[in-house]
């Protein structure tokens, strides 16, 4: 049964793709809210141990991920999950081309200004009218540097 805001938005979210909320997909959806950045399906499994099996982790994420619950980014050819943008809020990546770690940046508001005007720039030169943008930066992370 759901008890947070993020359990209704999720269970509704489900429900208008005819998929069940349930207590797998709660715990998937627990564990990615309480860490910061993308994670593995790996390091997902060793979060919520034997209440999700790994072959059931992988099902789930792909129901999620068709659903548009969890959103998937690769970095040395592994994908790695976390909630999407309407339930996460909008944010960045830093991405390690060493270690493959993908961790979450909010940039201040005035920075998020000229990442829009950028967007909006490239877009007119295309001819193309951009709707949303995700940015991420590659370079090495403090822990491999």
Same mark, same amino acid.
């Given at each position: 049964?759901?008890?947070? *805001?993020?359990? $209704?938005?999720?269970?509704?979210?489900?429900?208008?793709? &005819? @998929?069940?909320?349930?207590?797998?997909?709660? +715990?998937?959806?627990? +564990?990615? /809210? =309480?860490? =910061?950045?993308?994670?593995? +399906?790996?390091?997902? /499994?060793?979060? @919520?141990?034997?209440?999700?099996?790994?072959?059931?982790?992988?099902?789930?994420?792909? @129901?999620?991920?068709?659903?548009? %619950? %969890?959103?998937?980014?690769? /970095?040395? *050819?592994?994908? $790695?999950? =976390?909630?999407? &943008?309407?339930?996460?809020?909008?944010?960045?990546?830093?991405?390690?081309?060493?270690?493959?770690?993908?961790?979450?940046?909010?940039?201040? &508001?005035?920075?998020?200004? $000229? %990442? =829009?005007?950028?967007? !909006? +720039?490239?877009?007119?030169? /295309?001819?193309?009218?951009?709707? *949303?943008?995700?940015? &991420? @930066?590659?370079? !090495? #992370?403090? $822990? #491999?540097?």
């Amino acid at each position: 049964m759901p008890t947070t *805001n993020l359990d $209704r938005r999720v269970e509704a979210r489900l429900a208008e793709h &005819e @998929v069940r909320y349930t207590s797998g997909r709660k +715990a998937v959806i627990q +564990a990615l /809210s =309480e860490v =910061e950045g993308p994670r593995s +399906a790996a390091e997902l /499994s060793e979060i @919520v141990g034997d209440s999700v099996p790994l072959s059931s982790l992988y099902r789930t994420l792909a @129901v999620l991920e068709d659903a548009g %619950v %969890v959103a998937p980014h690769f /970095s040395k *050819n592994l994908a $790695r999950y =976390e909630l999407a &943008e309407w339930l996460a809020g909008h944010h960045h990546h830093l991405v390690c081309i060493d270690c493959g770690t993908i961790d979450d940046i909010a940039i201040p &508001e005035t920075l998020e200004v $000229r %990442v =829009e005007e950028i967007v !909006t +720039a490239i877009g007119d030169i /295309s001819k193309f009218r951009a709707s *949303n943008h995700a940015l &991420e @930066v590659e370079g !090495t #992370c403090a $822990r #491999c540097a």
